[in-house]
């Protein structure tokens, strides 16, 4: 259940539609339930940290496979890196040379990584890719709106004018807002280069006329205009505020202006401590696609990619420095992406030409931390190119459901399918419905976590009112194969573990019961 | 109003579309007043509505001087003056006046080469204001667009001012010619690889190019029906063109060593050819291009123009990306078949000459419809050389000599924070507004850039200052350019159609005149003589009796969401 459906079933009818035009809480005087659920929004709100690396990282050089050395070597004669020079994380995966920082992070339980992501029937186009992955579409449907952008839009469907929501839900650092976070009719997020003077150029602003524009095609834009003016000028204040309430305290940041993503992210770090409500935050490291130079022509360790690698894992070990000690670490979770990976045979020009699967990277204290997936095979390719091994909407929803709460249904409205979920985000720190003080409105069964799994997960599920549950295990001949639950619980939220030793790899379905109320859900163990 | 309900009264909410199609209309299921004229001769009224819309597409901030001047005329002169042919601009020149356009790749110009360039930069933003009544700079600022190329990759004024050369020559000229000559030129042979792309052998074709080529430049990429298909070419045909285009190097660059002393230029180097056949997809009826060796390796690139420029589809794409560029972005089925399919018919009918395909949309009833006046968002060029260019100002430098670099190119910096950087255009497919559906031209307008754009229309009234120069709109001799300055009802209705191509509602007009001029209801035309004293008498009291206001007027009217359409 996300926020607004909480407060739809948990106020009385007659506050709705007060609350639907868009007045403030406070102005309807004292009400302690509805200040106490404020409250609890803005201390619970989770922060994702976006980060783009465009033009299509290579992923084969970025997580090196360590398991298939000679078709390694003879794949990329010109530009592998030494095997021996690979910062080790496990046996068989390792990072380039140059990732120190993110090194240091996933020995911390810091740093995940989920290993060949992509999709069904890849496009190898810069542009149309970028458009995949932003929007979370199939490769042959267009969306005209954004992952993120739908799903703050489910969550804040009275935006720009939410009264628990005085902040930018989504910020891009920047001057170009991330298609991303473009919702059905407006973008849900907004841009800003740097909070002193977006504050400064707004203040001085003037708004224009207040008549509704024609219905054409110049008065289209024309409301659009007037619309980013009227937001513009609604943010510059908190951003302002918040940027002035925290500075940046890590010593690990490199000087302004040494690398951009660094730069970028300082600024994400300090409106967050700031206490700025908003849950996106979009940066981008452009500069990916190395045709050519890839490498040095004397020394593969160094060069264009070289460059790129080390700005990134920099940035994200002084980001990850700073937000623990400003307090903020926990509620934060980044997430890398790009728009594809590159060619497993690298060309003459000593770089890579376009190619299809790639690592993704989650950084951040509530990772659940560790390699996801298998090192891709060099040698069992589709047109030269990696296959693919996780969906990226499916790392999408495992995002939306794990970090930011997002009920099966409105994942359902805003993939427009169901994916297998993969662990993002370490048990325990869970869903944000757990924070919510009141009791559920209704019978809730949720989908486990991580899923597949082996040998344990997490099945989470809500009561209203007390009395007797079970929670039973099937497998896909309708044998009960584990009984969780059998007992008398409170209403409420509960969540149990269910260990799966001594079971087949395969499909089970777990089932519950209580009262009137049933529901079913799948699950996979994968050994 | 709250500010969702802005945007609900226009947008209606945008689900899934089924496939991806240039010719998608790119917002929602509620349909937009949109027009089903065509390319039909436009027949109607000929005021300075129309004129001002002709002029504000095809040049930079258009005068009210040149407004009346072509509205004096008819339709077809005022085309015909835009499309004629005009001489070659000076060069652009370095510090204290030094040429380098042509100078050998040495110590001395490697040093510099960063310098050049800013020149560079600045001399293309001065050649678009002091550009008179033709539509040049534009196209060639379309072609940059189209065969976007960035300088900061590419590193060489020289290669980067012959290809901006290129555009200017051949700004209305002919698109296969055009095609073949910038694969060939020595700033995009760098740019996408194509000097490494190295045939033969067991080495591996760099398919940079050719991948762009095809998707962005000539036959552009349709829907994706199966993989690696998007419809008007596959990945089979992206890895055979790239076969075809092996053997370039280029001469006189850095980059290619084995060759500095040599005059800038490609060349083709068989030995690095791959002279076997190469078969093209379906998409291209199966065509094989069969290989040669030695020099002749060099006209495969012809036969693989002939084959691309065979099919309609590429003269359709162009004709898409022209009309984005002058029209709007929204091209619905009624665009696609009574626009892009008529003028691509005549695209492919002339041998692919552009000049005639701008003859016929300019002059065109789909141009001149209602519904497509005031719908383009200005570019940031449009928004910064145009308001340098369109109001008068206090001195009037010619931002293309180099002796007013600092100044032109503190406007060059403007236009780049406003995320038009000239000759750095994000990457290879351009700028966002001219592809990016569903935003399009709205892309430039965001809650960063739209309050820096007030902040530089602020300084134009404030005064800007770059090193020895000061510039500033002279909004008094502004003024005395209208009609009828002294009658405050007019006054407001002459700076309206000045800074707005839709009308001003009433309402706007009364807080303009009572809340931004200060205007008292009922004695308005306190103003006329306050006015007509200043004109009497322009001493400091008197100028300071409308200066002020005037200055407030104004930055507030660019301030206007209006000012930003065009």
């Excluded at chain 2, 667009?145 to 001012?161: G, K, P």
Aim: proline content about 6%; aromatic content about 10%; some cysteine.
């Amino acid at each position: 259940m996300n926020r607004r459906e909480f407060i739809r079933r948990s106020v009385p009818v007659t506050a709705i539609p007060f609350l639907l035009n868009g007045f403030p809480i406070r102005a309807y005087g004292r009400a302690p339930f509805l200040e106490t659920l404020v409250a609890a929004a803005s201390a619970t709100d989770r922060v994702l940290v976006l980060v783009q690396l465009g033009g299509g990282n290579d992923g084969i050089n970025t997580v090196i496979p360590l398991n298939q050395d000679s078709a390694y070597m003879n794949a990329r004669p010109n530009i592998a890196i030494p095997l021996n020079e690979v910062l080790t994380l496990r046996d068989d995966v390792g990072l380039h040379p140059v990732m120190t920082g993110m090194k240091d992070l996933y020995d911390q339980g810091k740093l995940s990584i989920v290993q060949g992501v992509s999709y069904p029937n890849p496009n190898l186009s810069h542009f149309r890719a970028t458009d995949i992955w932003l929007t979370g579409s199939e490769s042959n449907v267009t969306l005209s709106s954004g992952w993120l952008g739908r799903h703050l839009e489910e969550e804040f469907p009275e935006y720009p004018d939410d009264p628990v929501m005085p902040d930018p839900l989504a910020i891009q650092i920047g001057a170009v807002v991330s298609f991303g976070l473009q919702g059905s009719a407006q973008s849900m997020g907004i841009a800003i280069q740097s909070p002193d003077t977006f504050y400064q150029l707004v203040s001085a602003g003037s708004s224009g006329g207040t008549d509704t524009a024609p219905q054409s095609p110049a008065g289209r834009e024309l409301t659009y205009i007037r619309n980013v003016s009227i937001q513009s000028q609604a943010y510059a204040g908190q951003v302002k505020g918040a940027a002035d309430k925290a500075a940046n305290v890590s010593t690990l940041w490199p000087a302004q202006g040494q690398n951009p993503l660094a730069d970028q992210l300082k600024i994400v770090s300090r409106l967050i401590a700031g206490g700025l409500k908003t849950r996106v935050f979009v940066v981008n490291l452009g500069g990916f696609d190395n045709h050519s130079s890839q490498v040095d022509t004397t020394d593969t360790k160094i060069g264009l990619h070289a460059t790129l690698l080390g700005r990134l894992s920099t940035a994200m070990m002084a980001f990850q420095d700073d937000v623990r000690l400003l307090g903020v670490e926990h509620r934060v979770l980044g997430m890398t992406f790009s728009e594809f990976g590159r060619r497993v045979q690298s060309n003459a020009s000593l770089g890579t030409d376009h190619g299809t699967a790639a690592p993704i990277f989650f950084f951040g204290q509530p990772v659940f931390p560790g390699v996801i997936g298998s090192n891709p095979s060099l040698t069992d390719l589709t047109n030269g190119n990696l296959k693919m091994q996780y969906d990226f909407r499916a790392v999408y929803a495992s995002v939306l459901q794990q970090w930011f709460g997002v009920s099966d249904n409105d994942l359902q409205a805003i993939l427009y399918k169901d994916f297998l979920q993969i662990p993002i985000i370490q048990s325990g720190v869970a869903v944000n419905v757990e924070d919510d003080p009141a009791l559920p409105s209704e019978y809730r069964l949720y989908a486990n976590y991580p899923n597949p799994f082996n040998p344990s997960t997490t099945i989470a599920y809500e009561l209203p009112r007390q009395g007797n549950v079970s929670l039973r295990v099937y497998d896909m001949m309708g044998r009960e194969v584990a009984l969780v639950v059998d007992e008398h619980q409170s209403a409420g939220r509960h969540q149990v573990t269910f260990h799966a030793d001594g079971l087949p790899s395969g499909t089970y379905l777990y089932r519950i019961q209580s009262n009137s109320f049933s529901d079913r859900k799948k699950m996979v163990l994968l050994k | 109003m709250k500010r969702r309900e802005f945007l609900e009264a226009v947008v209606g909410d945008r689900g899934p579309q089924s496939a991806q199609g240039v010719g998608d209309s790119p917002r929602g299921t509620r349909p937009l007043v949109r027009t089903t004229s065509g390319i039909e001769p436009y027949t109607g009224g000929w005021s300075t509505e129309q004129t001002s819309h002709l002029l504000r597409r095809t040049i930079f901030g258009p005068r009210r001087a040149e407004i009346l001047l072509v509205t004096s005329g008819p339709l077809s002169s005022a085309v015909g003056t835009l499309l004629a042919d005009q001489p070659d601009p000076e060069e652009p020149k370095g510090p204290a006046g030094v040429s380098w356009v042509d100078a050998v790749y040495d110590t001395n110009y490697g040093q510099n080469e960063g310098t050049y360039r800013n020149y560079l930069k600045a001399w293309w933003l001065g050649l678009m204001v002091q550009q008179g009544i033709s539509i040049r700079e534009k196209m060639v600022l379309f072609w940059h667009n189209h065969f976007a190329n960035e300088a900061t990759e590419i590193r060489d004024a020289r290669s980067v001012y012959r290809q901006n050369a290129l555009f200017r020559r051949m700004a209305l000229g002919n698109f296969k010619q055009l095609v073949k000559e910038i694969t060939l030129d020595p700033a995009m042979l760098v740019y996408l690889n194509g000097y490494l792309n190295r045939g033969g052998g067991n080495n591996v074709p760099d398919e940079n190019y050719a991948r762009e080529l095809l998707e962005l430049f000539t036959i552009g990429k349709g829907p994706q029906i199966a993989e690696g298909n998007y419809t008007h070419y596959t990945e089979t045909d992206v890895k055979a063109a790239a076969r075809v285009l092996t053997g370039y190097r280029v001469t006189g660059s850095p980059r290619d060593r084995n060759y500095l002393n040599q005059p800038l230029g490609p060349l083709f180097d068989p030995a690095r050819h791959d002279a076997t056949n190469k078969q093209f997809s379906p998409a291209f009826q199966n065509t094989v291009i069969t290989g040669k060796t030695a020099e002749n390796g060099a006209t495969e690139v012809d036969d693989l123009l002939t084959m691309i420029f065979a099919q309609p589809e590429t003269a359709r794409h162009l004709c898409r990306k022209l009309y984005r560029w002058f029209v709007y972005y929204d091209i619905d089925d009624q665009v696609e078949q009574n626009v892009i399919a008529p003028l691509a018919q005549i695209m492919i009918d002339s041998g692919y000459e552009v000049k005639p395909v701008l003859d016929v949309l300019l002059k065109s009833a789909h141009f001149f419809d209602e519904n497509n006046i005031g719908c383009f968002i200005k570019t940031p060029m449009d928004l910064v050389a145009g308001s340098v260019r369109q109001f008068p100002s206090t001195s009037f430098p010619d931002l293309s000599l180099w002796q007013n670099y600092a100044l032109a190119n503190s406007f060059r910096a403007t236009g780049a924070n406003l995320q038009m950087n000239l000759f750095d255009p994000p990457d290879v497919a351009g700028w966002k507004a001219f592809y990016q559906n569903p935003d399009f031209y709205q892309s430039w307008i965001n809650t960063a850039t739209l309050p820096s754009r007030g902040g530089f229309t602020d300084s134009l009234v404030n005064g800007v200052r770059a090193g020895t120069t000061r510039f500033s709109i002279d909004v008094l001799a502004f003024i005395k350019t209208l009609p009828d300055p002294a009658d405050p009802f007019k006054l407001l209705d002459d700076l309206a159609s000045e800074v707005s191509p839709i009308a001003l509602t009433p309402n706007q007009k009364d807080y303009l005149m009572y809340s931004v001029l200060g205007l008292t209801h009922t004695a308005e035309y306190e103003w006329t003589q306050r006015w007509n004293t200043y004109l009497q008498s322009p001493t400091t009291q008197n100028t300071n009796d409308v200066l002020p206001p005037l200055n407030t007027l104004i930055k507030f009217m660019l301030r206007m969401a209006e000012f930003q359409l065009a």
